[in-house]
């Protein structure tokens, strides 16, 4: 194998594995931001299940009618 086809081969390794690299950060960064919406999400859920869980002390009030009704 000539000089020049060596230099060639190893200048296009060399870029490959550059290009590797910033697609295993990008993978990396998207995995983390995935994880942030899983949390947000989760985090989101309990909010929507503690608001819709009827309230013990509102109920009451908002159902206490006078008794002539």
């Known amino acids: 194998m000539s ?3 060596l ?3 190893e200048e ?3 870029y490959l594995q550059n290009m590797l690299d910033e ?3 990008v993978v990396f ?3 983390e931001k995935i994880a ?3 949390n947000q999400i989760k985090e989101t859920k ?11 002390d509102q ?3 908002i159902n206490d009618n006078p008794p002539h009704y």
Do not use: F
């Open 3 to 5: 000089d020049k086809k």
């Open 7 to 9: 230099v060639e081969l």
């Open 12 to 14: 296009k390794i060399s």
């Open 23 to 25: 697609l295993n950060m």
């Open 29 to 31: 960064r998207q995995g």
């Open 36 to 38: 942030k919406l899983n």
């Open 46 to 56: 309990e909010k929507l299940i503690n608001q819709s869980e009827p309230q013990s």
């Open 59 to 61: 109920s009451e009030v």
